[in-house]
């Protein structure tokens, strides 16, 4: 009997202990849930959460006090927004140019290539990892960015900052003589005129204008054409307004291989020299008695074609195509 009654009684006192542990896990429980819902919204500012909180004393004042002010996490969004917003201006910020090339293939095919260009002060004609993307094609005919002492053809390049003197070279592959177009594709940032300057002829073209139609023989054409951001102005007289256009003749005389000119008194040359259409100088003659008129004879055997005259004198520089049969 008296062991009947001693199981009752620890029978007893194990339910209620499960009992208390049950009641204090539930416990435990509701403030969990409670303390999820107080998280959720604070981090997602939610009311509607704060609202089915029970009023139990400390729980709704913890509730209350963590509750975020009204359009604080609005404004965060709306600060990010903006960081965001400065990172792509800053990005759209910097100067670009695309020039566009055009061409007809030997399929009779027209075929447009792009190189890209951008500007800013910490870059250079030197190779940046990051601003410059080299070609791996080769194409007969294709345009390409090249630089100095660099064997690299480059179709994305990064430059320094613009300036008036700043010139950056181009090279122009043609597979074929005839004509090719060059255009912007695209300008971003940029106010002031953009040029392609041919330092063989002295001639500025503006681009931005529109495409511009080049003639040019088979072969790579280096040292010739710029991109610029000053027309020649200082040693290339534009003949529209040079006078020593008026003063002075200048043609090949085939039958006696000759480069005949005539000029008048004013006029005192310093050196001649010839080019050909790619820009390689054939012959030099350095002159050092003035006359009205020269025949100079053409030494070298050089292949029939279109070439660059250039005259350098007191009055400035004029260039002269000529065709030698």
């Not at 998280?39 to 963590?66: H, Q, Y």
């Not at 975020?68 to 990010?80: A, C, L, Q, S, W």
């Not at 061409?103 to 260009?117: G, K, M, W």
């Not at 597979?175 to 002829?201: A, F, H, P």
Request: glycine fraction near 4%.
């Amino acid at each position: 009997m008296n062991n009947t009654n001693n199981t009752q009684k620890l029978f007893l006192k194990n339910f209620n202990f499960s009992k208390n542990q049950h009641l204090k896990e539930k416990k435990t429980y509701k403030k969990g849930i409670i303390y999820l819902i107080v998280f959720l919204s604070v981090f997602l500012n939610i009311k509607t959460f704060a609202n089915i909180i029970p009023n139990r004393g400390s729980s709704s004042e913890f509730c209350k006090a963590s509750t975020p002010k009204e359009g604080y996490y609005n404004k965060n969004f709306e600060d990010h927004r903006s960081n965001k917003t400065e990172f792509t201006k800053n990005n759209e910020l910097l100067p670009i140019i695309k020039l566009g090339f055009e061409y007809t293939n030997t399929e009779n095919l027209r075929l447009h290539h792009q190189i890209a260009i951008s500007f800013q002060a910490t870059n250079s004609f030197d190779y940046e990892k990051g601003y410059d993307a080299e070609s791996f094609i080769d194409n007969e005919t294709d345009i390409y960015w090249k630089f100095k002492d660099d064997h690299r053809k480059y179709v994305i390049t990064g430059v320094q900052e613009i300036s008036d003197d700043l010139e950056v070279p181009l090279e122009i592959t043609m597979g074929y003589s005839g004509q090719v177009d060059l255009m912007v594709d695209k300008i971003q940032n940029i106010s002031r005129e953009i040029y392609i300057k041919d330092k063989l002829t002295g001639v500025s073209y503006n681009i931005k204008n529109g495409k511009i139609n080049l003639t040019l023989d088979k072969g790579i054409c280096s040292n010739r054409f710029v991109l610029a951001f000053r027309e020649s102005t200082s040693n290339t007289l534009k003949l529209e307004n040079n006078t020593l256009i008026n003063e002075t003749t200048i043609y090949a005389d085939n039958q006696n291989k000759n480069i005949v000119i005539s000029k008048n008194q004013e006029i005192t040359i310093q050196k001649i020299e010839l080019f050909n259409i790619l820009g390689k100088k054939t012959s030099l003659w350095n002159i050092t008695e003035q006359k009205n008129s020269y025949k100079l004879a053409i030494k070298n055997q050089i292949p029939k074609g279109l070439y660059i005259i250039k005259m350098y004198s007191n009055k400035g520089t004029l260039s002269k195509k000529v065709v030698i049969e």
